[in-house]
């Protein structure tokens, strides 16, 4: 587990580069895996805002206009590309909770970043399936990892 000094350094240049990367305060520390990931989130140049809660990593191109530092993640949102996965460290699993993306190929973009550096002893899954076939491309380019279903 990354202490919460540390994590804070990792993000700092992404801050002070424009982009936000938010750890609510309750969270002390953080599993590196999640750190990367968030990390490798921030690296992209359409996502702004950054997330991260005990079971939770969320990323957009938004920020809710009254709460300012919950990024929009939800599906079918009419501008705003954004993620949020669901993780647990102790079961070593993330599950794709909300993606978005009204401009082609940014979702993809989203999930490569998520799985640029995946731990191999870590699970991805899909719980709800709304995608019309994006998960199925997605899973057959990772066929590589070992999916929950």
């Given at each position: 587990m990354i202490k919460r000094k540390e994590f804070e350094k990792e993000f700092l240049t992404f801050n002070e580069s424009g982009t936000q990367v938010w750890v609510i305060s309750k969270?002390?520390?953080?599993?590196?895996?999640?750190?990367t990931m968030a990390k490798n989130l921030a690296?992209?140049?359409?996502?702004?805002?950054?997330?991260?809660?005990e079971e939770?990593?969320?990323?957009?191109?938004?920020?809710?206009?009254n709460r300012p530092k919950?990024?929009?993640?939800?599906?079918?949102?009419?501008?705003a590309i954004g993620i949020q996965i669901l993780y647990?460290?102790?079961?070593?699993?993330?599950?794709?909770y909300d993606i978005n993306s009204p401009v082609k190929g940014n979702g993809s973009k989203m999930v490569d970043a998520i799985f640029k550096d995946f731990p191999k002893d870590w699970q991805p899954a899909v719980v709800m399936d709304w995608s019309n076939g994006f998960w199925d491309k997605i899973k057959e380019k990772y066929k590589d990892l070992e999916w929950i279903m």
């Open positions: 969270v002390k520390e953080l599993p590196p895996e999640i750190v690296d992209l140049d359409f996502l702004k805002f950054v997330r991260i809660t939770s990593l969320s990323a957009s191109s938004e920020n809710y206009p919950v990024p929009i993640t939800h599906m079918n949102h009419d501008t647990s460290y102790k079961y070593k699993t993330i599950d794709f």
